[in-house]
C-alpha cells in the first residue's frame, strides 16, 4: 500500500511502516521515518544539496561561473521585481525564504549590504550582513524608491519587498534559468545558484571564515564544500599558486 501527501512544503511517501518525506523545494532532501505503534520516529535525514557539490551519480549541483554569468544576463533583462529578486539570490547566496523577508529596511545603502536572518538557524534572531555590489543597489533603489522609504520611515520600511510564494519564487528563478539558457539538469534550480555562490566565491579568493559568514553557515565544514570542486573552476583555484 502506498500513501501519497502534499503537505505545506513537503511530500510525504508511505510504503508499508516507511515515511519518505521530500522537501519540494531541495528535492534531495529526503526524511526516512518508521512508525512505531502512534509514535513517529526518524531513521535518518539525508541533505545532499546542502552537504555536497555533486549527487551520487558525479553529476553537479552548481553552476558555473560562466552559468552564474549567463542567469544575471538574463535576470536583468526581467520585469523590475523578477529582475531584483534574481539578482539579490545571485549576489547574496541567500536562500528563497530569506530573500522573501528583506525589507527596506534590511538594505544599508551607504555601506552597500543586506541584513539577512539565517533561517537554518534553531534560534530565530540570528542575522548576517553580506556586501552587495552596485549592480544590486542601484535597481533596488530605483524600482522601490529605496530612499524616499527610508527617509519617511513609515510602515513601508518593514514590509517585504517581495510578497510571493517561496513555490511561486521558485518557479520564477527556474524560469530565469531556463531563459537563459542553462542545460537541464540538477544545478538548474534556486539551491544550485546558492551554491554558484559559494564556489564564484572560493575560485576568486574569497576566505572560507568570510564565505562562511556570508551564507550563514554555522559549521565551516559545510563552508568547506565549496572548496571541492573540478574542472575549470578548480583550475582557477590552482593558478593562485602557479
Known amino acids: 500500500m502506498t500513501l501519497l501527501v502534499i503537505m505545506s512544503d513537503f511530500l510525504f511517501l508511505q510504503t508499508a511502516d516507511i515515511y519518505r518525506v521530500f522537501?519540494?523545494?531541495?528535492?534531495?532532501?529526503?526524511?526516512?521515518?518508521?512508525?512505531?505503534?502512534?509514535?513517529?520516529?526518524?531513521?535518518?535525514?539525508?541533505?545532499?544539496?546542502?552537504?555536497?557539490?555533486?549527487?551520487?551519480?558525479?553529476?553537479?549541483?552548481?553552476?558555473?561561473?560562466e552559468e552564474r554569468k549567463l542567469f544575471i544576463d538574463c535576470a536583468k533583462e526581467q520585469p523590475n521585481k523578477v529582475m531584483t529578486f534574481a539578482l539579490t539570490l545571485a549576489y547574496t547566496g541567500c536562500r528563497i525564504s530569506e530573500a522573501l523577508e528583506i525589507t527596506p529596511s534590511r538594505i544599508d545603502l551607504d555601506q552597500k549590504q543586506i541584513l539577512l536572518r539565517s533561517l537554518k538557524k534553531r534560534k530565530n534572531d540570528v542575522y548576517r550582513t553580506v556586501p552587495v555590489p552596485n549592480e544590486l543597489i542601484d535597481p533596488l533603489v530605483l524600482v522601490y524608491d529605496l530612499i524616499k522609504i527610508k527617509k519617511s520611515r513609515g510602515l513601508k520600511a518593514i514590509k517585504p519587498l517581495w510578497t510571493?510564494?517561496?513555490?511561486?519564487?521558485?518557479?520564477?528563478?527556474?524560469?530565469?534559468?531556463?531563459?537563459?539558457?542553462?542545460?537541464?539538469?540538477?544545478?538548474?534550480?534556486?539551491?544550485?545558484?546558492?551554491?554558484?555562490?559559494?564556489?564564484?566565491?572560493?575560485?576568486?579568493?574569497?576566505p572560507e571564515s568570510r564565505l562562511q559568514k556570508w551564507m550563514g553557515h554555522s559549521d565551516l565544514k559545510t563552508t568547506s564544500i565549496y572548496t571541492n570542486v573540478i574542472g575549470r573552476e578548480e583550475r582557477e583555484i590552482a593558478k593562485r599558486m602557479w
Request: proline residues 5%; charged residues 20%.
Open 23 to 65: 522537501c519540494l523545494f531541495d528535492p534531495c532532501s529526503i526524511f526516512y521515518l518508521t512508525l512505531h505503534s502512534n509514535n513517529v520516529r526518524f531513521l535518518y535525514f539525508r541533505a545532499m544539496n546542502e552537504m555536497r557539490l555533486y549527487d551520487t551519480n558525479g553529476d553537479r549541483l552548481y553552476l558555473t561561473p
Open 164 to 206: 510571493w510564494t517561496r513555490q511561486h519564487s521558485y518557479e520564477i528563478i527556474k524560469k530565469v534559468m531556463i531563459d537563459a539558457g542553462i542545460p537541464e539538469g540538477k544545478h538548474r534550480m534556486p539551491k544550485g545558484l546558492r551554491h554558484a555562490f559559494g564556489v564564484n566565491a572560493i575560485v576568486n579568493g574569497v
